[in-house]
């Protein structure tokens, strides 16, 4: 089969198309031919080696971590899918490999397709949506009528984020810059904060949750917006040593970790708030609660851009600028 490769670790690192075998599929497993493959950043810090530590891969690797497409054959234990049936996923960790023609994927971490959707809007949808809901509803356990901030609105996690939000019920916050103002405010946000002008750390105050995806220094201004008993929930770190022990890391990442982390969860225990690490994971049954709501037409997908699969490349290159509204797709087939 095709597929795009990375040969080596490093933020210099090209990938290529290139062949490898088609994957050998588990008892518990599928194999899917896949229509389209979603970008994230993850993507790009897993090839420039950042994660390392927590998910040592083999090279050559083929990354990507949401798909959508069709079943073509199905592992002996497997009994909620058939061949033919349109599917989608966050593959699991070490079991990645969406920029390709063909992956496996575990019957637990797949659901069917919303019926609404195409193949490309699908493959958008598993990776920040499942962040999103396991932020949200797992981690903050957000109810009607509290406030939440969600940074940057616009990107792909943003996007998603507001509509569940909003869905939920809470008052929603976020940040963007003013060309995205009208995008955000028709996904519902309530409060929009253009961050090239105001900073939103002295406009918002007393609020219950916090998804917080951007660097250091705007996690530590999250703090001062939060009341006491609020929650602050990053997904783009630092990872705090709960994090840690949840993947089984040996005791040298756990104490990495700790000392990463230190920082805010100083700051965060002294204004009595509640800091947690989120490293999103594979969950087929949280993604068909996403299907429903998809289908309902409770939550509609954001799709900026859709690259053919031999510019797998350049769609990763344009995710890094972080200027993209909403998900970026390879489409395979």
Known sequence: MKAFIIDSYGKKADGRIGPMPVPEIRPNEVLVQVH?????????????????????????LILGHDVAGVVVKVGPQVRQ???????????????????AELIAIKEDSLAMKPKSLTMEEAASIPLVGLTVWQ????????KKGQKVFIQAGSGGVGTFAIQLAKHMGAIVATTTSTANIE???????DIVIDYKKDDFEKILQDYDVVLNSQDGKTL??????LKPGGKLISISGPPDVDFAKKIGAPWFVQFIMRLLSFGVRRKAMRRHIDYSFLFMRAHGRQLREITTLIDAGAIRPVVDKIFPFEATGEAMA????????????VKIL
């Open 318 to 329: 344009y995710v890094e600028k972080g200027r993209a509204k909403g998900k970026v797709v």
């Open 36 to 60: 389209a493959a979603g970008v994230n950043l993850l993507d790009s810090k897993i090839r420039n080696g950042e994660f390392k530590l927590i998910l040592p891969y083999h090279l050559p």
């Open 135 to 142: 932020a949200l509803i797992e981690l903050a356990n957000l």
């Open 81 to 99: 899918f058939k061949l033919g049936d349109e599917v989608y996923a966050r593959p699991d960790d070490f079991r990645i490999g969406a920029f």
């Open 220 to 225: 530590e201004k999250s703090l001062q917006i």
């Open 183 to 189: 995008l955000v405010k028709s996904l519902g946000a």
